[in-house]
Each structure stands twice: as C-alpha cells, then as structure tokens.
C-alpha cells in the first residue's frame, strides 16, 4: 500500500472544512425538532420550537462568527435565502469577516425535491440573486436543505456558474463531475453534525470530531474532515464551548488547511477526479 502524488496545498497533512448552517423557517412554519421532547397536538402552536430556531439569527450565528473570528478560522456558511432578507446584518458580518456564503434554498422546509425542474430552477436563481443583493456577493456553492438535490440540482447550479454542491455524500473527497454546462465539484458533508449531541452531551462532539481528526491525522495523510455546527444549535454556549475547544486542538497541527468550500471546489476542479479515490491514494 502505498499514497499517489495527490497533495493538498503546500503539502498540508490534512484539510478541515468547517460548514454553518444558517436556517430558517416561515413565520407560520417552525423546525421540527428542539431539545424539548414532548411535541404538541398537531395543530397546535410550537412557539418554544419557532422561537428555538430564531435563535440562530438571534444570537447564535453571530456567536459562531466571533468564535471563528478569534480563532482565524475561515468558514463556510450555508444560508437559507430568507436569513438574507430579515438577518441582513448577519450576513454583511459574515463576508467582512472573510467567510464565505453558499446558497442554501429559500427557507429551510422548501425542499427542492418536492419541486418541478422548473419551481427548482427559479428558486435556485432566487436564493443565488437574494443573498448577492443583500451582501455584494453571489454564492459560489449551494448546500440543498436537509440534503435533498434531485437529479436535475447539478445542471441548475452549474448553469448559475456555480463552482459546488456541498451534500454529496457519497465520497470522503472533493470530486470533480460533468455537468451538461460543464465541470462542477461535489463537496461531501459531515455524518454527525450538533444536532445529534445538544439533547444529551456535548462532550460527544469533542470526542467524535477529535478522535475522527486524529485517525485521519496519522493513518490517512491528505484527508478531508467536514466538521458542522448549525447556528441555533452549534451558537449555544453549550455546543460553541465544545467547538472553542475542537479549535483550538486543530491550530495545534502546522499542516492543517482550513479551507473554505470554493477553495475546495477549485482543487477538485483541477485534479484528476480518480487520483484522489481511496483506492488510488492507498492500494498500489
């Protein structure tokens, strides 16, 4: 077994994405989980579950920005349209502090995968078009909600001269593909996000992420690991401290790379799309 010539830049040892997902819901509309346990009879107002997700751009994506402002660390946050139009603020901080914004549908319970090709388009060119009026700066990717793209997504986002879909899930590397307008780059996401951890100890994060980087670290030279944080789940005191702390464990490395999603994209976009599979980073 052996590793192929393939390198990230400069020869770093390993890349660190971090992804943030800034959400939200319609005012008549809320997320469909918290870290309340009883649910309410259907019908019923959940005003401690709207109110759960307005956190987010409240409070919780600003304590995230600040968080990775101190720790020089650029990310990528994934926005729904709608965090544009009423969060404006947030998503101005956001491009000042050198993160960057891929488009994340319009609200977070309008999935592209219950759309025609043609309600897909058009809200794809909305989300894109609403969140460059609000902040100067047209997304370069796009992260469908709840992950579900459909088979027509790729063409869409490339036609946009989008660089990247940030969902592809079924490869642990960036990865170049052909679209019907052209090269386009899949990005993977993370399998275990803060959502999974809030409700029980946020302790599991720190151990997950740490352990997952140092097996990567030492038995996979030139990984990739995704780390997500959500902004009214991962901008809570209780999961941000664990994430200070994941942070301040990665600057420890000198060969790391933080890289941002289009930085990532570029890469795929000009490597050989099979010279970065497992098999030919690792078997001869």
Known sequence: MSSTAVAWPNGKRIAVAITVMFETWPDDKWPPFSVQTTALKPGTRDNSAATWGQ????VGVWRIIRLLDRHGIPATFCANARCAEIYGDAVLQIVKSGHDI???GY???ELLAYQTPEQERATIIRCLDTIAARTGQRPEGWCSPVLAWTTHTDDFLAEQKLLYRADANYTDMPRRIDTKFGPFAHIPHSDFT???VLRTAPQIYFDVYKDAFDYLYRDEPMALLELVLHCHW????LMTAVADRLFTYFRQFPDVWFARHRELARWALDADPEQSTYQRRFFT
């Open 55 to 58: 956190y987010g751009g409240r």
């Open 102 to 104: 891929a488009g994340h």
């Open 107 to 109: 609200t977070q319970d």
């Open 194 to 196: 803060d959502q999974r």
């Open 234 to 237: 991962g901008g809570r005191p």
